[in-house]
T-cell receptor, first 114, second 108 residues
Framework: DARVTQTPRHKVTEMGQEVTMRCQPI?????VFWYRQTMMQGLELLAY????????DSGMPKDRFSAEMPDATLATLKIQPSEPRDSAVYFC????????????FGPGTRLTVL | GQNIDQPTEMTATEGAIVQINCTYQ??????LFWYQQHAGEAPTFLSY????GLEEKGRFSSFLSRSKGYSYLLLKELQMKDSASYLC?????????FGAGTTVTVRA
C-alpha cells in the first residue's frame, strides 16, 4: 500500500526556532508538492518539484522558507526563523506525470509556533 | 491567476443526493479534480475530469463543462461517513489551485 509519509506529524516550537519537515513521496512518483492549509487561507501551494528540480516556489515566503529534494525519496521544507503566523498544517503530495496529475497527499505536519 | 468558487456549506439527509457546484476562471486548464477531506485528515482523491461530460464512480459522479468554467460533484445515497469537506481543484500549468472547500454535513 504505497503512501506518502511525512515527519513529524506534530511540531510545537517557539518563535525564532528552525523547523524542518520531511516527506517521503510514493516510490516512482516524479512530482512533489508542498502545501500549507489554514482555516483562513485554505490550501495554498508553496512549492513543487519535478524530477527533483524545483519548478515553482512562488507561493513560499523566500526570506524564511526553503524547500529541497536531496534525493528522489526525500523532500524537505525548512522554516528559519519560524513565526506564529506559520502555524498551519503542512501537506506534502506526490504524483506522476504523465499520464495524469493526480496528487496523493501525506498525512500532514501540524505546526504550532508559540 | 486562478479564481475558484464553491459554496461554503451544504446539509443533506442520509440517503439523499447532494450536488456541489464549482466555477472557475483560470489562466490555463489541464483538468479539474475533486478531493474529499475529513476533519483532521489529508485530502484524498475522488475524481478527475479533463474532457466535458460526466464521470461516474460508484456513488460519486463529477461533471465538467470547460466552455462554462463549471463543474459539479454529485454524491448519491448519502451516508454519514460522507460528512467532510469537498475541495474543487483546477490544474492550471500543472499545479493545482484549490477552492476553499464545501463542508457537507449529513444528518440522520
Amino acid at each position: 500500500d504505497a503512501r506518502v509519509t511525512q515527519t513529524p506529524r506534530h511540531k510545537v516550537t517557539e518563535m525564532g526556532q528552525e523547523v524542518t519537515m520531511r516527506c517521503q513521496p510514493i516510490l516512482g512518483h516524479n512530482t512533489v508538492f508542498w502545501y500549507r492549509q489554514t482555516m483562513m487561507q485554505g490550501l495554498e501551494l508553496l512549492a513543487y518539484f519535478r524530477n527533483r528540480a524545483p519548478l515553482d516556489d512562488s507561493g513560499m515566503p523566500k526570506d524564511r522558507f526553503s524547500a529541497e529534494m536531496p534525493d528522489a525519496t526525500l523532500a524537505t521544507l525548512k522554516i528559519q526563523p519560524s513565526e506564529p503566523r506559520d502555524s498551519a498544517v503542512y501537506f506534502c503530495a506526490s504524483g506522476l506525470r504523465p499520464p495524469g496529475d493526480t496528487q496523493y497527499f501525506g498525512p500532514g505536519t501540524r505546526l504550532t509556533v508559540l | 491567476g486562478q479564481n475558484i468558487d464553491q459554496p461554503t456549506e451544504m446539509t443533506a439527509t442520509e440517503g439523499a443526493i447532494v450536488q456541489i457546484n464549482c466555477t472557475y476562471q483560470t489562466s490555463g486548464f489541464n483538468g479539474l479534480f475533486w478531493y474529499q477531506q475529513h476533519a483532521g485528515e489529508a485530502p484524498t482523491f475522488l475524481s478527475y475530469n479533463v474532457l466535458d461530460g460526466l464521470e461516474e464512480k460508484g456513488r460519486f459522479s463529477s461533471f465538467l463543462s470547460r466552455s462554462k468554467g463549471y463543474s459539479y460533484l454529485l454524491l448519491k445515497e448519502l451516508q454519514m461517513k460522507d460528512s467532510a469537506s469537498y475541495l474543487c481543484a483546477v490544474n492550471g500549468d500543472y499545479k493545482l489551485s484549490f477552492g476553499a472547500g464545501t463542508t457537507v454535513t449529513v444528518r440522520a
